[in-house]
């Protein structure tokens, strides 16, 4: 199944698992590209120059082939979600996120960190699906050929879903480096800041424009510049976005109090707004999801 040079993927998976880490020591470094989550636990990762970092939930660290190395837990939970990269394209994608040879740096807002975590869920289960596709193609005749297209689909949506995630990350990485964007954007800060803390508040436009200290006419007018929407549309964007992460992540919550979490009053309004966004109810879209996950 392997491909020839020039028909490489721009971004290929080699290998993506989450696990409790054991103490990698890489003098020559790895052949491939690495991203790496810490999702539990303390550790320390040691880069090329002989420094050493502190790992903690959040963190992350990617490095380039042939770049030394070593990272460890010092405690026993120390748990590293990790993916293995190469492909025609990841050199200019390090490249073009400043990555030279190794960074570290945190994730600091838990939002973000559940974020990322389902995103490398998203490689994981479509690159698992490839291999197992794969293997089922040494079959004859038309079933192998169907299992080979079922191979080469799953892998490029791993492919794209990898893109996605360090695409993310690479954002992420920028907002610790440099701070909000300037402009529209960056004019709203305080406001973005205020909405992630209190979506599950009954806020409005007004709110909004109070924490800025403008009119209601002004913050919409600064939302259609840095976004091309309304206030009210991305504070429910924001809400929708976390009932979206409370269905995959609370099983035990019914559609009705996650509803609640994410700032909706009415539980048969924000079925009708949760499947215009989604395309599908709720219920349906945790289904789909744990479905994925089997």
């Given amino acids: 199944m392997e491909r020839n040079e020039e028909g490489r993927l721009p971004i290929a998976v080699r290998g993506i698992a989450r696990r409790l880490q054991r103490h990698i020591v890489r003098r020559e470094g790895h052949t491939l590209y690495q991203v790496s989550l ?8 040691i880069d090329e120059g002989g420094i050493k970092h502190d790992l903690k939930r959040g963190s992350v660290f990617m490095f380039r082939p042939g770049v030394p190395h070593e990272y460890y837990g010092i405690t026993r939970d120390f748990e590293n979600y990790w993916v293995n990269i190469d492909g025609n394209g990841i050199e200019e994608m390090f490249t073009y996120i400043g990555v030279d040879e190794s960074c570290v740096y945190l994730i600091d807002d838990e939002y973000d960190i559940d974020r990322i975590i389902l995103m490398f869920d998203e490689v994981r289960r479509a690159y698992w699906d490839a291999r197992s596709g794969e293997n089922a193609s040494i079959k004859n005749g038309i079933s192998a050929e169907l299992d080979y297209n079922k191979y080469i689909e799953s892998d490029m949506i791993a492919s794209t879903s990898a893109y996605s995630l360090i695409g993310n990350i690479a954002i992420l990485l920028n907002r610790a480096k440099h701070g909000p964007a300037k402009g529209g954007a960056g004019e709203l800060a305080p406001v973005l800041e205020m909405i992630q803390r209190r979506y599950m508040e009954n806020i409005g436009v007004t709110d909004m424009a109070e924490e800025l200290g403008v009119s209601v006419n002004k913050i919409a007018a600064m939302f259609k510049k840095a976004y091309g929407i309304t206030p009210g549309r ?24 996650i509803s609640e ?24 879209y945790r289904e789909m999801y744990k479905g994925a996950k089997s």
Avoid at 235 to 254: I, Q, S, V
């Fill in 38 to 45: 810490i999702t539990k636990g303390s550790g320390v990762y």
């Fill in 234 to 257: 991305f504070l429910m964007n924001t809400r929708l976005n976390f009932a979206e992460l409370f269905l995959r992540r609370m099983e035990y919550k019914t559609v009705k109090q």
């Fill in 261 to 284: 979490m994410a700032g909706f009053s009415n539980s048969g309004y924000f079925i009708r707004v949760f499947k215009s966004k989604f395309g599908v109810t709720p219920e349906t």
